[in-house]
Each structure stands twice: as C-alpha cells, then as structure tokens.
C-alpha cells in the first residue's frame, strides 16, 4: 500500500488539528452552558454542577497545545494506518459536520448522543495514532451518559 503523499500529509495534520480543537471548544462550551443550542438543558439536573467542575479539572490537566504537537508529528504510515488521510478522514469528518449542523439546529439529548458517537469515531482514531492522553475521550462519554431524555 502506498504511503500518503506530502500533501496529504499536510492537510490530514491540519484538519487533524482542527477537529481536536473543534471537540475541545464543544465540550468545553456545553461543558460550561450546560445546555443545548435551544437554550434547554440538556444534563440531568442533580449532576449538572459536578459536570462543571470535572470540566474546570479536565481543562486544567489536558494540555492541548501537547496534543497539537503529537498531530504534527504523525508519520505519514500512522495516517494510513489509521484511516487519518485522503477520502477516509474527510468521510468521518464530514458525517462529524453533519451530526453537528443537526444538533445546532435542534438541539435535543438524542442529537447531542448521536454527535458524540460520530466524534467518538474519529477520536479514537486520532488517541490510536498519537497516544494523546484520552482523558477527553473520558470527558467527552461522560457528558454524553449525563445528558436528560428528551
């Protein structure tokens, strides 16, 4: 099997790179707002304050400029190794937009799951290739367990 070229490479570090920050902005916002984009809840009220302070935690652990550097060092065998390159990375990051655009308009627990199952995807992915410290990968399951039925 062929290798990525340089300019998949450069382009799956890139897009890499941006979806970690684009998961990190999200869980981070939800994380703080504690409700969806209608402006509903959308945690189970009695572990709404825990979910704050486990995030003010996580975000103090987790350092992500670290884990832009770990994307940044990805050999282009780690790409096809794991799917990061070419039509199969854009594939998973596209259904990732998609969910997204869905939650975004509707909000709702169930969207808010199925976003984090599509997340969850690439994500496991991306901790395989780098070794990036899947303490948001943790964070990331525990607010989509938290979240109330619709």
């Not at 809840?41 to 486990?54: N, S, T």
């Amino acid at each position: 099997m062929p290798l990525p070229t340089h300019d998949q490479v450069v382009d799956a570090h890139n897009k890499l790179r941006d979806f970690l920050n684009f998961v990190y902005n999200l869980l981070r916002d939800i994380a703080r707002r504690g409700r969806n984009p209608r402006d509903q809840p959308l945690f189970l009220e009695e572990i709404r304050p825990l979910i704050e302070d486990a995030w003010v935690e996580f975000e103090t652990d987790f350092d992500l400029d670290e884990s832009f550097g770990r994307i940044e060092r990805l050999e282009p065998s780690d790409l096809r190794s794991h799917g990061l390159y070419g039509k199969q990375l854009e594939l998973k990051l596209r259904v990732v937009d998609v969910q997204n655009a869905l939650f975004q308009k509707f909000g709702g627990g169930k969207l808010f799951k199925t976003l984090i199952k599509a997340i969850d995807t690439l994500l496991e992915s991306l901790f395989g290739a780098t070794g990036i410290d899947g303490a948001m990968k943790e964070i990331k399951d525990v607010l989509g367990d938290s979240v109330a039925e619709d």
